[in-house]
């Protein structure tokens, strides 16, 4: 069974920083670009973030680059945003997703995605 976990979201002040884990199990990690998505209240889907296999390319939404940096750990089958300097405008649900070993790294939409995780919930407010 494929899984694809999320962790790491909560309660943070502006300013502040969190780190969203991933477990994958199911599929061979190593092989498959990863995505990261949110979705703010009352939203539609944004993509953030992508990694290709192995990690060699990275791209950013405009909105988080220099902020947010993903990464991938395939020894655990891993992926992790770590996001810093948050704003209030971050607060958003996050999902990670995948839809194989290559894809546009734009895609947002649950949809588009052949694995999708339940998504770890980020509060960034005073």
């Known amino acids: 069974e494929v899984q694809l976990v999320e962790s790491g979201g909560g309660l943070v002040q502006p300013g502040g920083s969190l780190r969203l884990s991933c477990a994958a199990s199911g599929f061979t990690f190593s092989s498959y670009a990863m995505s990261w998505v949110r979705q703010s209240p009352g939203k539609g889907f944004e993509w953030v973030s992508y990694t290709s296999r192995g990690g060699g390319t990275t791209y950013y939404a405009d909105s988080v680059k220099g902020r947010f940096t993903i990464s991938r750990d395939d020894a655990k089958n891993m992926l992790y945003l770590q996001m810093n300097s948050l704003k209030t405008e971050d607060t958003s649900v996050y999902y990670c997703?995948?839809?194989?070993?290559?894809?546009?790294?734009?895609?947002?939409?649950?949809?588009?995605?052949?694995?999708w995780g339940q998504g770890t919930l980020v509060i960034v407010s005073s």
């Open positions: 997703a995948t839809r194989g070993p290559y894809y546009s790294w734009w895609l947002a939409n649950p949809d588009d995605f052949k694995y």
